[in-house]
């Protein structure tokens, strides 16, 4: 079935991508083999004439950037990858989705060479490309000069029909074209088809007008097997400086298949045994044997070696030049990008004492300015709260300056941040109110699971925000968002813990980082009557000790709540009883320490009681089987949060009811 605008080494090298993915899929028994059938023709103009990268050194800085936010055809893009020459083997693709190979079911980022995202929920990627044009655009602006334009390079991504569908796509695409991002290339697979059948089923947008109004560049491919077409249409994108662009491909799923072409059965299963032998004779393909990879289609492929090698020495060629001319700027720039941070970055940090008090956001505003003083790559904003989350840097400018406004968009802005993370040079984070993390929660997962380091500021964490009522406290999302592991959430108690938090937060590696804070304020716990803030970074830590150091009942708690422990103990202590207080403001931390360190802190046979405004799921695992949690097991209510906390018995006197309760043998075993 050639066609006859390819020469036959173009139509060889197409097909070898579509017969690996047939192959991979089959062998598995498992995938995704339609997508990467159609979209052959697509990377290999893209891979072949217009992505600029190193195969051998898939990390090199000024490379452009390529998300396939339609993770679930990686195998389109693991063929690329082995073709033109990453370190990833055929071997590799023969053990596609099986224990321990580097090419999952769907792209994962810092396991697959080459992968720039982690990929498959949909839109995902779409937001993090969004992301990644952003810190291009970014840099650019700050480190190149005239003449030496030592950060300049595309993001492409390709989206599918689901990309489109979901609505973080949406999001991020609005903001895309609010930004003006001219680096930023997409393709739309327009293949018509979803699991459940033809996409007239559910979706009859118009997507290019969808996208002008975005304010985007909008072009049309009307046969995805036009090279030139494809061609001409990337080569007119990265014509338009002022926009993005998004190029409308229509294909058609499992192309070549005499029987499962155009239908909902190639997307997302093998096409069998017989079907992938007719495909291939269908193809006029030269063998019939699984994973055959003609020399001279390899050897076109792989003539992206040394061209990627000339274009990484061109661009170290304007990268000597450029650290010779702007020599402090080179070694930033350099420092940036390998993630250092720089000497005394936390010098200036303020202090905080007991006529302090204080909601921990407001704290927070300081501790983040202080920090930004020193740390020019810290980058961020608000969705839409910068006011209440106090995320503003003072002097960082609006939009495109260091404080950035991502617009009521919850579910796209935490997608943007990875992508911002994923390209490197910046620390970023951003802020909403915590019960809005749930509109964030499928991002936060993919940066938990791809050990990218954003910060998140969730303020108004608590019943404590009062009059706005339960649509807008949050009960079980600091229990959810510890529940996702490599996640670290840190609630502190007071100014002092907040200062600690910041610190811990731009230290952390491998996994995102989320800062709870207070509506309300909260008293500045005095440090010299109790133990230091520095505490915070071993998760858990004694403030205030039994006399004898012999606890009879452990008393702790996390954020607003740790106001409450203080009260009680100091009440219960005056009465002669013996307790511990204890503040734990990661439990994620604590449970990293050693067994030693956690017995010291909650010694193995006392009692304790977990103080939380908040579902008590996370608590269970340190209050032990003789241990209660005083927590939320109902929505709130709208009311000022004094009375909130009243009504629901988060007060100094539950808390010392709770622990006499504990003192008297009558803790309900766990």
Not at 88 to 100: A, N, P
Request: hydrophobic residues 40%; glycine residues 10%.
């Amino acid at each position: 079935m050639p066609d006859p605008r390819h020469s036959a080494l173009d139509q060889l090298c197409i097909n070898t991508v579509r017969t690996l993915a047939m192959d991979a899929v089959q062998q598995a028994e498992s995938g995704h083999p339609g997508t990467a059938m159609a979209l052959a023709p697509l990377a290999y103009v893209l891979w072949q004439r217009h992505l600029r990268y190193n195969p051998a050194n898939p990390d090199w800085a000024d490379r452009d950037r390529f998300v396939l936010s339609c993770g679930h055809a990686c195998m389109l893009l693991y063929s690329a990858l082995y073709l033109s020459g990453y370190d990833l083997s055929l071997d590799e693709i023969k053990q596609f989705r099986q224990w321990g190979t580097r090419t999952p079911g769907h792209s994962e980022h810092g396991l697959t060479p080459g992968v720039e995202a982690t990929t498959g929920p949909l839109g995902q990627g779409t937001g993090n490309a969004v992301g990644m044009a952003i810190a291009e655009a970014q840099l650019a602006a700050l480190f190149n000069r005239p003449g030496h334009e030592i950060i300049d390079h595309y993001t492409y991504f390709l989206a599918s029909d689901g990309d489109l569908m979901e609505g973080i796509s949406h999001e991020a695409c609005s903001l895309a074209g609010h930004l003006k991002l001219g680096k930023l290339i997409g393709f739309y697979d327009d293949n018509h088809i979803t699991i459940d059948g033809d996409t007239s089923l559910t979706f009859s947008d118009d997507t290019g007008k969808r996208f002008e109004a975005y304010g985007w560049h909008v072009q049309h491919v009307a046969d995805g097997n036009d090279l030139d077409g494809l061609d001409n249409a990337m080569r007119a994108a990265k014509g338009v400086a002022d926009r993005p662009s998004l190029i409308i491909v229509r294909t058609h799923i499992a192309w070549g298949s005499p029987h499962k072409q155009d239908t909902a059965e190639a997307h997302g299963a093998p096409l069998g045994v017989e079907e992938v032998k007719l495909t291939k004779q269908n193809l006029g393909w030269p063998s019939l044997e699984p994973f055959h990879v003609p020399d001279e289609a390899l050897a076109h492929w792989r003539r992206a070696q040394a061209r990627g090698a000339g274009l990484e020495s061109e661009w170290r060629k304007k990268w000597d030049v450029y650290r010779k001319a702007h020599p402090e700027l080179g070694v930033e720039l350099e420092r940036r990008l390998a993630g250092k941070l720089p000497d005394g970055w936390d010098a200036a940090l303020p202090a905080f004492g007991p006529k302090d008090a204080q909601a921990t956001r407001a704290a927070s505003g300081k501790v983040l300015n202080a920090i930004a003083l020193k740390l020019p790559e810290l980058i961020g904003g608000s969705a839409d709260l910068a006011g209440s989350n106090n995320t503003d840097i003072k002097g960082g400018g609006p939009g495109g300056g260091r404080n950035f406004h991502f617009g009521v968009r919850e579910h796209g802005m935490a997608a943007v941040v990875n992508g911002i993370c994923l390209h490197r040079g910046f620390i970023p984070f951003c802020g909403t109110f915590l019960i809005f993390s749930d509109y964030m929660r499928p991002s936060i997962r993919l940066a938990a699971l791809t050990h990218l380091k954003p910060i998140y500021i969730f303020t108004h964490d608590s019943i404590g925000l009062g009059e706005d009522g339960p649509t807008h406290q949050p009960i079980e999302q600091l229990s959810t968002l510890r529940a996702i592991h490599n996640m670290t959430v840190i609630r502190p108690s007071d100014a002092t813990e907040v200062v600690e938090a910041w610190r811990a937060a731009i230290l952390h590696k491998g996994g995102p980082v989320a800062l709870v804070l207070t509506r309300q304020k909260v008293s500045v716990v005095d440090r010299t009557k109790y133990a230091p803030a520095a505490g915070l970074h071993h998760g858990g830590y004694v403030l205030a000790d039994a006399p004898g150091g012999k606890p009879e009942v452990v008393l702790m708690g996390t954020g607003s709540e740790v106001e409450l422990v203080l009260g009680a103990y100091e009440r219960l202590t005056a009465d002669g009883r013996r307790l511990r207080a204890v503040s734990m403001p990661c439990l994620e931390f604590f449970a990293k320490q050693p067994q030693s360190y956690r017995d010291s802190v909650l010694p193995p046979g006392v009692p304790r009681l977990a103080v939380e405004a908040a579902a008590p799921q996370s608590w269970y695992r340190w209050v032990g089987e003789r241990g209660e949690i005083l927590g939320i097991e109902r929505f709130g209510a709208s009311a000022p949060y004094q009375r909130i906390y009243k009504e629901l018995g988060l007060t100094v006197d539950g808390v010392a009811a709770a622990a006499e309760r504990l003192l008297a043998g009558a803790g309900a075993p766990r």
